[in-house]
């Protein structure tokens, strides 16, 4: 009876030895996995990328253009006479020219100056002379080529004031007695054609 009982007891102590065994590797095989989901989860979160995207703008200067636009016609004025004459405004033409008449070439000092009268509005004859500038040769279809006087001359155009050269010719057939050409237009007119008199001349004798 007392072996029996002896082995009882055996057994009971190694039963509950094997217990906490057991419930030592159950603890410990429910903790460890834990933790390692915890490691997982906390590697393969995404990570947030924040880009900032600039947008260049590029902006054109817009430069003011300074020309002056002015109509075919226009009046045109001479601060050395103090004359105020109409005048055609003529992109074709290469070099101004004005209504002179009684043109004749002297010598003055051994150079050589050409007299001539300026007409005004009212037919009033303006007695001029001026140095010859140079001598240019107009071809004519059907009759022999003219010979034309030019001579350095100040003229008024709306704002603008210009000393150009000027030639000199008969021009009582034609309805404007000056025509304004490139040589003065160049770089500084516009013209828009369907326009008239859009600007009274400046009076003032500007000197370049």
Same mark, same amino acid.
């Given at each position: 009876? =007392? $072996?029996?009982?002896?082995?009882?007891?055996?057994?009971?102590?190694?039963?509950?030895?094997?217990?906490?065994?057991?419930?030592? *590797?159950?603890? !410990?095989?429910?903790?460890?996995?834990?933790?390692?989901?915890?490691?997982?989860? !906390?590697?393969?979160? &995404?990570?947030?990328?924040?880009?900032?995207?600039? $947008?260049?703008?590029?902006?054109?200067?817009?430069?003011?253009?300074? $020309?002056?636009?002015?109509?075919?016609?226009?009046?045109?004025?001479? &601060?050395?006479?103090?004359?105020?004459?109409?005048?055609?405004?003529?992109?074709?033409? *290469?070099?101004?020219?004005?209504?002179?008449?009684?043109?004749?070439?002297?010598?003055?000092?051994?150079?050589?100056?050409?007299?001539?009268?300026?007409?005004?509005?009212?037919?009033?004859?303006?007695?001029?002379?001026? &140095?010859?500038?140079? *001598?240019?040769?107009?071809?004519?279809?059907?009759?022999? =080529?003219?010979?034309?006087?030019?001579?350095?001359?100040?003229?008024?155009?709306? *704002?603008?004031?210009?000393?150009?050269?000027?030639?000199?010719?008969?021009?009582?057939?034609?309805?404007?007695?000056?025509?304004?050409?490139?040589?003065?237009? =160049?770089?500084?007119?516009?013209?828009?054609?369907?326009?008239?008199?859009?600007? !009274? &001349?400046?009076? $003032?004798?500007?000197?370049?």
């Amino acid at each position: 009876m =007392n $072996k029996i009982l002896f082995k009882i007891k055996i057994y009971f102590l190694i039963f509950i030895l094997f217990s906490g065994c057991s419930t030592a *590797t159950k603890e !410990e095989q429910v903790d460890v996995p834990s933790k390692s989901i915890e490691k997982v989860e !906390e590697v393969s979160k &995404p990570v947030e990328k924040i880009i900032y995207k600039e $947008k260049i703008v590029y902006v054109e200067e817009k430069v003011k253009d300074s $020309k002056i636009i002015v109509g075919k016609n226009e009046y045109i004025y001479i &601060p050395s006479e103090k004359l105020k004459l109409k005048a055609k405004i003529d992109t074709g033409a *290469t070099t101004t020219s004005i209504h002179a008449l009684n043109i004749k070439p002297f010598e003055r000092d051994g150079k050589k100056w050409i007299k001539f009268d300026l007409v005004d509005a009212d037919g009033k004859l303006i007695n001029k002379a001026l &140095p010859i500038s140079r *001598t240019v040769y107009i071809k004519r279809h059907g009759a022999k =080529n003219q010979k034309r006087y030019v001579v350095k001359m100040r003229i008024n155009l709306a *704002t603008s004031s210009q000393l150009v050269d000027v030639t000199l010719t008969d021009r009582s057939k034609f309805t404007y007695p000056v025509l304004i050409g490139k040589n003065y237009l =160049n770089g500084v007119i516009l013209v828009d054609v369907s326009k008239k008199y859009m600007h !009274e &001349p400046t009076t $003032k004798l500007n000197k370049e």
